[in-house]
T-cell receptor, first 115, second 109 residues
Framework: ETGVTQTPRHLVMGMTNKKSLKCEQH?????MYWYKQSAKKPLELMFV???????ENNSVPSRFSPECPNSSHLFLHLHTLQPEDSALYLC??????????????FGAGSRLTVL | GQNIDQPTEMTATEGAIVQINCTYQ??????LFWYQQHAGEAPTFLSY??LDGLEEKGRFSSFLSRSKGYSYLLLKELQMKDSASYLC??????????WGAGTKLIIKP
């Protein structure tokens, strides 16, 4: 596989469930990102990892917990979410260390619905 | 605060030309990106402008005026496959990426 792969593509969970989103990049990039995309709203940056170290956490609630075990994999662990957390969660990677000036390669996203 | 404005939705006809505008007010400027996102798919990189002027890539061109805080994406010879959302994003003085809400482009036969 090439590019950025996200699984699952769709997820429905209750507010008390624990689930995880997975992202894998096959590009040899050094930085990985989690974004939240809600309808008709700008992309919201959640977390940034550069060389497996978290470099940014944009005041995201603790019910979202990221994990980056190596430079190719990124997880977003979900716990006791709220209905307003329903959105498309996009993973992205960039070749250089985390900087807004880098071209991002996105995955197709995980569509999350919280009941 | 920082702000990126682009129209929510536009409609154009197959074969025609459409211009999608993006205006920005940010703390500093270190470049502007355009991404294309088809429904249910990943956003993909279209262009990056850091200097004033027009950059052409096939049917797509991107223009930047830093003094006016303004950019546009010009799509020529529209095809049905160009139906997508177009996202404008600006790199600010801290190298943070500030996103617009996107413009949904609908192409009609």
């Amino acid at each position: 596989e090439t590019g950025v792969t996200q699984t699952p593509r769709h997820l429905v969970m209750g507010m008390t469930n624990k689930k995880s989103l997975k992202c894998e990049q096959h590009l040899g990039h050094n930085a990985m990102y989690w974004y939240k995309q809600s309808a008709k709203k700008p992309l919201e940056l959640m977390f940034v990892y550069s060389l497996e170290e978290r470099v940014e956490n944009n005041s995201v609630p603790s019910r979202f917990s990221p994990e980056c075990p190596n430079s190719s994999h990124l997880f977003l662990h979900l716990h006791t979410l709220q209905p307003e957390d329903s959105a498309l969660y996009l993973c992205a990677s960039s070749q250089e260390s985390a900087s807004g000036a880098n071209v991002l390669t996105f995955g197709a996203g995980s569509r999350l619905t919280v009941l | 605060g920082q702000n990126i404005d682009q129209p929510t939705e536009m409609t154009a006809t197959e074969g025609a030309i459409v211009q999608i505008n993006c205006t920005y007010q940010t703390s500093g400027f270190n470049g502007l990106f355009w991404y294309q996102q088809h429904a249910g798919e990943a956003p993909t990189f279209l262009s990056y402008n850091v200097l004033d002027g027009l950059e052409e890539k096939g049917r797509f061109s991107s223009f930047l005026s830093r003094s006016k805080g303004y950019s546009y994406l010009l799509l020529k010879e529209l095809q049905m496959k160009d139906s997508a959302s177009y996202l404008c994003a600006v790199v600010d003085s801290n190298y943070q990426l500030i996103w617009g809400a996107g413009t949904k482009l609908i192409i009609k036969p």
